[in-house]
């Protein structure tokens, strides 16, 4: 696993370039609730998103298999398939990103409270 501890990580960068913006809009939807559960599971998403994104970049280059032809369909096929690949990696321990991402949304949480 990765220390990012380290990096200087602008989370809300990194969120607002996720895919449909899907993790920014979980992560904002949790401002001033108390479940924990629901921020692990979001930072869990949002590491899943990131994760996927990293990845498209190494399987737009294949060429189609002559098993299945090409054409949209595949590419269709195979941006799920690298969906799930994130999903699968963030489930199994992912790269450290999500432990980050729950610090970060409860220290944010925590001032919106203050406030």
């Known amino acids: 696993m990765m220390d990012?501890?380290?990096?200087?990580?602008d989370l809300g960068s990194i969120a607002r370039t996720a895919r449909d913006?899907?993790?920014l809009r979980a992560a904002e939807?949790?401002?001033?609730?108390?479940d924990r559960d629901s921020i692990r599971q979001a930072a869990a998403d949002f590491e899943a998103?990131?994760?996927s994104q990293m990845l498209a970049p190494m399987f737009e280059?294949?060429?189609?298999d002559t098993m299945f032809g090409g054409g949209p369909g595949e590419d269709i096929y195979r941006s799920m398939m690298v969906e799930e690949y994130?999903?699968?990696?963030a489930r199994t321990g992912g790269v450290g990103?999500?432990?980050?991402?729950e610090r970060e949304l409860l220290r944010i949480q925590e001032a919106a409270s203050n406030e």
């Open 4 to 9: 990012l501890s380290t990096l200087p990580v």
């Open 21 to 23: 913006g899907d993790a």
């Open 29 to 34: 939807s949790l401002r001033g609730k108390g």
């Open 49 to 51: 998103v990131f994760v």
């Open 61 to 64: 280059t294949l060429e189609s």
């Open 86 to 89: 994130g999903r699968a990696i």
């Open 97 to 101: 990103i999500a432990e980050h991402v």
